[in-house]
């Protein structure tokens, strides 16, 4: 883990990069098009297929595209947008970046994140 950054009390996001520092196929900071916005992935487990987390990809939660987005609303135009952020956050990458939520269990994954347990 090379960052983390607390939201609120049950949410935290974290970034992961690759041991080797090298990029990872299909993985971007950025995923372009409309049928990206708010993509979601449910991942269940395959002992007990009633437990389950959804994912969900959201572009705007990385630093740099949010203060891209947030300077061009402040503009009043979409022409002062950085969009040269965008084709950097395009290419592949080494790092992900994921928005974890607990709730408050003392087990799974987002659990031992926010505690930065083994990490």
Do not use: W
């Not at 449910?42 to 630093?63: G, H």
């Not at 408050?104 to 990490?119: C, I, M, P, W, Y």
């Amino acid at each position: 883990m090379s960052q983390a950054r607390k939201i609120n009390t049950t949410t935290t996001t974290f970034v992961l990069e690759t041991c080797n520092g090298k990029p990872m196929a299909n993985v971007q900071e950025f995923y372009p098009g409309l049928d990206t916005l708010g993509k979601h992935y449910l991942v269940s487990s395959v002992l007990n297929p009633s437990i389950f987390r959804q994912y969900t990809t959201c572009n705007a939660m990385n630093p740099d595209i949010y203060d891209s987005l947030v300077d061009a609303l402040n503009a009043g135009s979409g022409k002062d947008f950085n969009y040269k952020v965008l084709q950097e956050k395009m290419d592949p990458s080494y790092r992900i970046r994921l928005c974890v939520k607990t709730y408050g269990t003392k087990s799974g994954v987002s659990s031992a994140l926010q505690r930065d347990e083994n990490f």
